[in-house]
């Protein structure tokens, strides 16, 4: 498994760093069939955590990526309670597509409870009976 933890508030270049540590770890396993959907979910879940995640200062959103057989399960894990919410887009809004993307692009996706406060959002690519 592969982890990076981003800190609280998060810099836009945060996400390009976790990117770059998917598409490195995709590689290393012999995923890389799933980079360009994979890359856009994680940075789709970084971006939700990091617009809706209210957290206390000192808090920070931790990143996790693990082969699934021949696919693999991306984690975003923060220090909120709030589920993370799909929102019909209204025509001409410039976001509240990212939950419709990613269950576009992912076989599964969903979110629960994590050790220690808030909860965690995943996605798998590739393996559609494997769970949270």
Same mark, same amino acid.
């Given at each position: ?88 887009? /209204? ?32 996605? /798998? ?8």
């Amino acid at each position: 498994m592969v982890r990076a933890s981003l800190s609280k508030p998060m810099h836009p270049r945060c996400v390009s760093l976790a990117r770059a540590e998917l598409r490195t770890a995709l590689a290393g396993w012999g995923l890389s069939e799933w980079e360009e959907s994979a890359v856009l979910v994680l940075s789709e879940l970084l971006t939700n955590a990091g617009q809706h995640a209210r957290v206390s200062p000192g808090r920070e959103i931790e990143t996790r990526f693990r082969p699934l057989g021949g696919g693999v399960r991306i984690e975003v894990h923060d220090a909120s309670d709030v589920p993370p919410e799909v929102r019909e887009p /209204e025509s001409g809004a410039c976001g509240g597509r990212g939950l419709v993307l990613v269950g576009a692009l992912a076989d599964r996706w969903g979110y629960g409870a994590r050790c220690g406060p808030g909860k965690v959002v995943w996605a /798998e690519f590739g393996s559609v009976t494997l769970g949270s």
